[in-house]
């Protein structure tokens, strides 16, 4: 499906994005991480985790369909 997203893009709507394992692997990762920080007392606020998070740019363009 998502290869079929990128190759006929003139017939999918941008809007929703079609990932893959690979993409939920690594957003999973991150959100383990963060959740091991929120509940450690003393730990970061999840708005303060939020605010400062910021995807690598490999997954970005992974995910505009510029890199495999």
């Known amino acids: 499906m998502r290869e079929r997203h990128i190759r006929f893009n ?3 709507d941008f809007t929703d994005r079609i ?3 690979n993409f ?3 957003f999973i990762d ?3 991480i963060m959740s091991k920080e929120i ?3 003393g730990g970061r ?3 303060r985790l939020l605010a400062e998070f ?3 740019d490999d997954v970005v363009d ?3 369909g510029k890199r495999p």
């Open 45 to 47: 606020t999840l708005k």
């Open 24 to 26: 939920y692997g690594y």
């Open 19 to 21: 990932m893959d394992l």
């Open 62 to 64: 992974y995910v505009r």
């Open 54 to 56: 910021v995807w690598q």
């Open 10 to 12: 003139e017939h999918y």
């Open 39 to 41: 509940t450690t007392i």
């Open 30 to 32: 991150k959100f383990k």
